[in-house]
């Protein structure tokens, strides 16, 4: 076994042009200002902040869906980050998603099966449709659906049963890496805890390292091994769960935990 | 008599021609410096509740089908129209979760609550205007003079919910809704509008009925809360007694499903299955499908309230039955 | 069978709409079947009966050459279904793949759509008067021109829904799930346009009507031998007082047939995805 990190993140910056043109001087958002963080294999890091914090650019970055600005991403020793969409395509396998809205991130007008069929013909781990029905059936068990449910159209299902079709349409690559944005903060309590039980059991029993972008520190700290702590485009502490919420060094993350509202139970 | 009496509150949506009953039996009251807190997942009709307060359903696919809400010693439901208005927005004030959208996008936030304060005050745009800085200064927005100028979108989303609670609280109201008051906003935002509404809670003696769907909010910040669910108040009691003692399954599965800070879980106990939607008739008990002590009976007989101690009642059957 | 189900819905409750639809189910049916439904050759002259008034055998008269106006106008039909269809394709396809690239390929979007706004920049008449002049009068190039000045709404509409879609989750989720542009844009993103398109097309075709008609009146349209409702008014306008009804009829079928057409489109406008309704405010 390596030490070396699987992912590497050094130094990154994305910026976003805001305003400026020809009369005016050019204004940008630093929405990532220099960060870096290591992930390695089978580790959950988490990214935890408020809303504007950069979080969710982070992981737009590191799949390409932003360009970066600067900085370096190595995913297995290798700089993703200056790649082109075509160097970039056979890494997305392991490389994978989780988006936030279960409601928008299904195509409405094609049916599961279609929806996970297309990265399996894309990465060529499907030859033929029946080979590709099997481990889309064998995927929609693993995410605790019915197989049968792949001949319908996303307005069928809740928003739960959506977000672990969206899981499905990851776990069906089997990928090394999973960037899971605010994965559970648009479900309901109950189903969420539900999600949330489903994420850690595919991570533990695939070994997928996992980064974590969430602005609930509950559920943060369920999900996670290393936390991150960012604030204002920039990592202001990082370090083992039990560290981050039970010695917490940093003023903000201080602040952050005791705004949180809490549930005392009182044993009669 | 408490400020605020609803009794059996029915609330029906119009779809194909049938009634669908969305809001089943509703009853609760607040009373002057009381926070009553509901707290249920989505469609629990926990949202539908306050807009039948407020007067609001009209106009849509939702019908009133029965029940009181009475104020003040008044029936709400008997009022005319006008009679109504004069009553919201003076002794009856609402904040929305949206502080993006509740607030219009093309006036000043100052001429917006100055308009509010002299539809039902008799008061000079001067006076109006100095009143409305004077709010500002109480939600705590830096700099009120100056900022009364600003336009929403110049302002951040905790100052806009301030600017909503500094307009709801224009005319002094003995009644404060507040409907998922902090969803939108960060936890350390949150935390601020809270505190800031604890806290004019105490100087003014205001009502507050505070709908969530956390139950950490709820926890904290209310004197009596109601847990909702498909339309029904499962378990209803004083924050203490309840924290004290959860009663319903329901109640205990929404506890369980909330991974919290202060220490590890391995797994989470999330309650099976998911909300039955509205056009879904269940027979029994709504919850017993999901619901781990669920037998025969369950799915036969709908439980009725059921007093497991003075003020802290519970729709189960096995309410009071040993430990959920 | 289930599509035809949805559609036939979006009338329910619509009189009017709904007759506009029986309507052009006729003139589709009179468009399709027009040899066997015709009781003359629409080309034969007889100078014998012309000028002869609505009646037997000539259910709307004949016109100053003898032909049968009835016959002239059940052909007339098959042309205005040919010209609508036509154009309306030429239009969408054009305009379609302008409007969707323009928008996908932000680069090539900055110079395809100042283009576009050019063209726009010219009422639709005109412009399609400026392009029939550089062209022989021909049923293609009717088509063509026709075509093309309704591709650039078209264009713009489409524009401004790709837009929308690009920013999507599900076309961020496609992108990394390694699909390319062609995928996304024909697999992802063209299907969810399919039902705007739709509207979009009932509305070409009912304008490409007007135009067609205002082109052969002019005389810059179908050649003049070609049996269509706007040449039959063109032909015979000199004869408005002693043969009115030469050109109430081929009037009345225009009018008609465009109103009918408009009907059905805000028919089918009020029941697509309302996240595109404000981008077809009609052509």
């Given at each position: 076994?390596?030490?070396?990190?699987?992912?590497?993140?050094?130094?990154?910056?994305?910026h976003?042009?805001?305003?400026?043109?020809?009369?005016?001087?050019?204004?940008?958002?630093?929405?990532?200002?220099?960060?870096?963080?290591?992930?390695?294999?089978?580790?959950?890091?988490?990214?935890?902040?408020?809303?504007?914090?950069?979080?969710?650019t982070?992981?737009?970055?590191?799949?390409?869906?932003?360009?970066?600005?600067?900085?370096?991403?190595?995913?297995?020793?290798q700089?993703?980050?200056?790649?082109?969409?075509?160097?970039?395509?056979?890494?997305?396998?392991?490389?994978?998603?989780?988006?936030?809205?279960?409601?928008?991130?299904?195509?409405?007008?094609?049916?599961?099966?279609?929806?996970?069929?297309?990265?399996?013909?894309?990465?060529?781990?499907?030859?033929?449709?029946?080979?590709?029905?099997?481990?889309?059936?064998?995927?929609?068990?693993?995410?605790?659906?019915?197989?049968?449910?792949?001949?319908?159209?996303?307005?069928?299902?809740?928003?739960?049963?959506?977000?672990?079709i969206?899981?499905?349409?990851?776990m069906?690559?089997?990928?090394?890496?999973?960037?899971?944005?605010?994965?559970?903060?648009?479900?309901?309590?109950?189903?969420?805890?539900?999600?949330?039980?489903?994420?850690?059991?595919?991570?533990?029993?695939?070994?997928?390292?996992?980064?974590?972008?969430?602005?609930?520190?509950?559920?943060?700290?369920?999900?996670?091994?290393?936390?991150?702590?960012?604030?204002?485009?920039?990592?202001?502490?990082?370090?083992?769960?039990?560290?981050?919420?039970?010695?917490?060094?940093?003023?903000?993350?201080?602040?952050?935990?005791?705004?949180?509202?809490?549930?005392?139970?009182?044993?009669? | 008599?408490?400020?605020?009496?609803?009794?059996?509150?029915?609330?029906?949506?119009?779809?194909?021609?049938?009634?669908?009953?969305?809001?089943?039996?509703?009853s609760?009251?607040?009373?002057?410096?009381?926070?009553?807190?509901?707290?249920?997942?989505?469609?629990?009709?926990?949202?539908?509740?306050?807009?039948?307060?407020?007067?609001?359903?009209?106009?849509?696919?939702?019908?009133?089908?029965?029940?009181?809400?009475?104020?003040?010693?008044?029936e709400?439901?008997?009022?005319?129209p006008?009679?109504?208005?004069?009553?919201?927005?003076?002794?009856?004030?609402?904040?929305?979760?949206?502080?993006?959208?509740?607030?219009?996008?093309?006036?000043?936030?100052?001429?917006?609550?100055?308009?509010?304060?002299?539809?039902?005050?008799?008061?000079?745009?001067?006076?109006?205007?100095?009143?409305?800085?004077?709010?500002?200064?109480?939600?705590?927005?830096?700099?009120?003079?100056?900022?009364?100028?600003?336009?929403?979108?110049?302002?951040s989303?905790?100052?806009?919910?301030?600017?909503?609670?500094?307009?709801?609280?224009?005319?002094?109201?003995?009644?404060?809704?507040?409907?998922?008051?902090?969803?939108?906003?960060?936890?350390?935002?949150?935390?601020?509008?809270?505190d800031?509404?604890?806290?004019?809670?105490?100087?003014?003696?205001?009502?507050?009925?505070?709908?969530?769907?956390?139950?950490?909010?709820?926890?904290?910040?209310?004197?009596?809360?109601?847990?909702m669910?498909?339309?029904?108040?499962?378990?209803?009691?004083?924050?203490a007694a309840?924290?004290?003692?959860?009663?319903?399954?329901?109640?205990?599965?929404?506890?369980?499903?909330?991974?919290?800070?202060?220490?590890?879980?391995?797994?989470?106990?999330?309650?099976?299955?998911?909300?039955?939607?509205?056009?879904?008739?269940?027979?029994?008990?709504?919850f017993?499908?999901?619901?781990?002590?669920?037998?025969?009976?369950?799915?036969?007989?709908?439980?009725?309230?059921?007093?497991?101690?003075?003020?802290?009642?519970?729709?189960?059957?096995?309410?009071?039955?040993?430990?959920? | 069978?289930?599509?035809?189900?949805?559609?036939?819905?979006?009338?329910?409750?619509r009189?009017?709409?709904?007759?506009?639809?029986?309507w052009?189910?006729?003139?589709?049916?009179?468009?399709?079947?027009?040899?066997?439904?015709?009781?003359?050759?629409?080309?034969?002259?007889?100078?014998?009966?012309?000028?002869?008034?609505?009646?037997?055998?000539?259910?709307?008269?004949?016109?100053?050459?003898?032909?049968?106006?009835?016959?002239?106008?059940?052909?007339?039909?098959?042309?205005?279904?040919?010209?609508?269809?036509?154009?309306?394709?030429?239009?969408?396809?054009?305009?379609?793949?302008?409007g969707?690239?323009?928008?996908?390929?932000?680069?090539?979007?900055?110079?395809?759509?100042?283009?576009?706004?050019?063209?726009?920049?010219?009422?639709?008449?005109?412009?399609?008067?400026?392009?029939?002049?550089?062209?022989?009068?021909?049923?293609?190039?009717?088509?063509?021109?026709?075509?093309?000045?309704?591709?650039?709404?078209?264009?713009?509409?489409?524009?401004?829904?790709?837009?929308?879609?690009?920013?999507?989750?599900?076309v961020?989720?496609?992108?990394?799930?390694?699909?390319?542009?062609g995928?996304?844009?024909?697999?992802?993103?063209?299907?969810?346009?399919?039902?705007?398109?739709?509207?979009?097309?009932?509305?070409?075709?009912?304008?490409?009507?007007?135009?067609?008609?205002?082109?052969?009146?002019?005389?810059?349209?179908?050649?003049?031998?070609?049996?269509?409702?706007?040449?039959?008014?063109?032909e015979?306008?000199?004869?408005?007082?002693?043969?009115?009804?030469?050109?109430?009829?081929?009037?009345?079928?225009?009018?008609?047939?465009?109103?009918?057409?408009?009907?059905?489109?805000?028919?089918?406008?009020?029941?697509?995805?309302?996240?595109?309704?404000?981008?077809?405010?009609?052509?």
């Amino acid at each position: 076994m390596t030490n070396t990190p699987l992912l590497q993140v050094r130094e990154l910056h994305t910026h976003f042009r805001t305003g400026g043109g020809i009369f005016a001087e050019k204004t940008w958002l630093r929405a990532v200002n220099g960060i870096s963080f290591d992930i390695h294999a089978g580790e959950v890091l988490s990214l935890v902040g408020e809303s504007g914090c950069g979080k969710s650019t982070v992981g737009r970055t590191l799949t390409q869906l932003e360009p970066s600005t600067s900085g370096a991403a190595l995913f297995n020793g290798q700089d993703i980050l200056p790649m082109t969409a075509s160097a970039f395509r056979p890494l997305r396998r392991d490389i994978q998603m989780i988006f936030q809205d279960p409601f928008a991130s299904l195509n409405p007008r094609l049916t599961i099966e279609q929806t996970l069929t297309e990265p399996l013909f894309i990465h060529g781990l499907a030859a033929s449709k029946t080979e590709a029905r099997a481990l889309i059936a064998d995927t929609l068990e693993l995410v605790g659906m019915a197989p049968k449910v792949m001949e319908r159209y996303p307005h069928e299902f809740s928003g739960g049963q959506r977000q672990r079709i969206g899981i499905a349409r990851v776990m069906i690559l089997k990928p090394k890496l999973v960037i899971a944005d605010e994965a559970v903060s648009a479900l309901d309590v109950s189903i969420q805890a539900q999600v949330l039980n489903l994420i850690k059991e595919l991570q533990r029993d695939s070994g997928m390292s996992m980064l974590f972008i969430s602005h609930d520190l509950g559920v943060v700290r369920h999900i996670s091994d290393r936390v991150a702590v960012m604030y204002q485009g920039q990592i202001v502490e990082t370090g083992d769960k039990r560290q981050i919420f039970e010695a917490p060094q940093h003023e903000y993350t201080k602040r952050l935990l005791s705004a949180i509202p809490r549930i005392t139970e009182r044993v009669a | 008599m408490a400020l605020l009496e609803v009794k059996d509150l029915e609330i029906a949506v119009a779809a194909g021609g049938a009634l669908l009953p969305v809001v089943r039996g509703v009853s609760f009251s607040v009373d002057e410096n009381e926070t009553l807190g509901i707290v249920g997942e989505s469609g629990c009709g926990k949202s539908l509740t306050s807009l039948a307060i407020m007067g609001l359903l009209e106009g849509s696919q939702l019908r009133l089908t029965g029940g009181s809400i009475s104020f003040d010693g008044r029936e709400l439901n008997s009022l005319s129209p006008n009679e109504r208005r004069a009553i919201m927005g003076d002794q009856m004030a609402m904040i929305f979760q949206e502080p993006m959208t509740s607030l219009n996008p093309v006036y000043r936030i100052g001429d917006q609550i100055v308009e509010t304060i002299r539809q039902h005050r008799d008061m000079s745009k001067r006076q109006a205007s100095d009143r409305a800085v004077e709010l500002l200064d109480l939600v705590r927005i830096p700099e009120p003079a100056r900022r009364i100028d600003s336009f929403p979108h110049q302002m951040s989303g905790g100052q806009r919910q301030r600017v909503m609670i500094a307009m709801a609280l224009a005319c002094d109201p003995k009644l404060l809704i507040a409907d998922e008051p902090t969803t939108a906003l960060d936890v350390t935002v949150q935390k601020e509008v809270l505190d800031l509404m604890a806290d004019l809670q105490t100087r003014m003696g205001t009502a507050i009925v505070l709908i969530s769907h956390d139950l950490g909010v709820i926890a904290e910040t209310c004197d009596k809360v109601a847990v909702m669910y498909r339309g029904k108040i499962v378990e209803a009691a004083s924050a203490a007694a309840l924290f004290a003692n959860i009663s319903h399954p329901y109640t205990r599965g929404l506890l369980n499903s909330i991974p919290v800070v202060d220490h590890d879980v391995e797994w989470l106990e999330a309650i099976p299955g998911r909300v039955p939607t509205i056009d879904e008739t269940l027979p029994g008990c709504a919850f017993h499908p999901r619901c781990s002590m669920a037998e025969i009976r369950c799915s036969a007989e709908d439980p009725a309230p059921h007093d497991v101690a003075t003020g802290h009642t519970v729709r189960c059957h096995f309410a009071g039955k040993g430990t959920v | 069978m289930n599509m035809l189900r949805t559609f036939l819905a979006m009338f329910r409750g619509r009189k009017l709409a709904t007759i506009g639809l029986i309507w052009l189910c006729i003139v589709g049916l009179a468009a399709i079947a027009a040899p066997l439904i015709a009781p003359f050759d629409p080309l034969e002259i007889d100078p014998v009966e012309r000028l002869s008034e609505p009646g037997l055998p000539y259910l709307f008269g004949t016109d100053h050459f003898g032909r049968d106006s009835f016959s002239r106008a059940i052909y007339g039909a098959r042309m205005a279904v040919i010209i609508g269809l036509g154009s309306v394709i030429v239009a969408l396809v054009t305009g379609g793949l302008v409007g969707m690239l323009s928008a996908y390929f932000t680069r090539l979007g900055h110079v395809l759509m100042r283009g576009i706004d050019v063209l726009m920049a010219f009422p639709a008449l005109l412009l399609a008067l400026v392009l029939m002049t550089l062209l022989e009068r021909s049923v293609t190039n009717t088509i063509i021109v026709i075509g093309i000045v309704y591709a650039t709404t078209t264009a713009r509409i489409l524009f401004g829904m790709t837009l929308k879609l690009k920013g999507e989750t599900f076309v961020d989720a496609a992108i990394c799930s390694g699909a390319g542009h062609g995928s996304i844009l024909f697999r992802h993103i063209l299907p969810n346009l399919i039902s705007p398109l739709l509207v979009q097309a009932s509305f070409i075709f009912a304008f490409a009507q007007l135009q067609a008609a205002a082109l052969d009146f002019l005389g810059l349209g179908l050649p003049p031998e070609v049996p269509s409702w706007g040449n039959m008014l063109s032909e015979e306008r000199i004869y408005v007082t002693r043969a009115p009804w030469l050109l109430i009829f081929p009037g009345a079928l225009i009018i008609l047939s465009v109103f009918s057409m408009n009907l059905v489109g805000d028919a089918m406008r009020d029941s697509i995805d309302p996240r595109f309704k404000d981008d077809i405010a009609g052509v």
